[in-house]
């Protein structure tokens, strides 16, 4: 998807850093924050949005659970508040699915 800003940071043509990164996954700070804590977890593949998914992502949405966990425990929010979004229709503003892990004091509405 040649306009799509995160298929951009995922082929690296915008420069990001990332927290996580596997053949399928990446993971990053969110440009605005919400929250203290405000990661985008973003699959590789570009489906636009969440009812796009279907029975053949099954893996990939184990992995975005296992990745969520893996970055809940790497900011100590397990005890904190946490928090995973994922917008549709109007409140979508990137049509590239990605959840939100939100954790800590949040400040703004995702
Ligand atoms: P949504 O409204 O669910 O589509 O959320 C899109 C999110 O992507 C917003 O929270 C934006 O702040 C964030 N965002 C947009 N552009 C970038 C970027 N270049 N790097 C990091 N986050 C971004
Ligand atoms: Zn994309």
């Known amino acids: 998807m040649e306009e799509c800003i995160f298929c951009k940071i995922i082929n690296k043509e915008i420069p990001k850093e990332f927290r996580f990164e596997s053949d399928t996954l990446v993971a990053f700070d969110d440009i605005s924050p919400s929250a203290d804590v405000h990661i985008l977890i973003v699959p590789r593949v570009h489906i636009e949005k969440m009812l796009d998914l279907n029975k053949n992502h099954s893996n990939l949405l184990v992995q975005i659970f296992e990745v969520v966990n893996r970055l809940v ?25 990605h959840f939100h892990l939100l954790g800590g004091q949040w400040k703004k509405m995702v």
């Not at 100590?76 to 995973?84: A, C, E, K, Q, T």
């Open 73 to 97: 425990q790497e900011n100590n929010l397990s005890g904190d508040s946490y928090r995973l979004v994922v917008n549709g229709g109007r409140a979508q503003h990137v049509p590239h699915l």
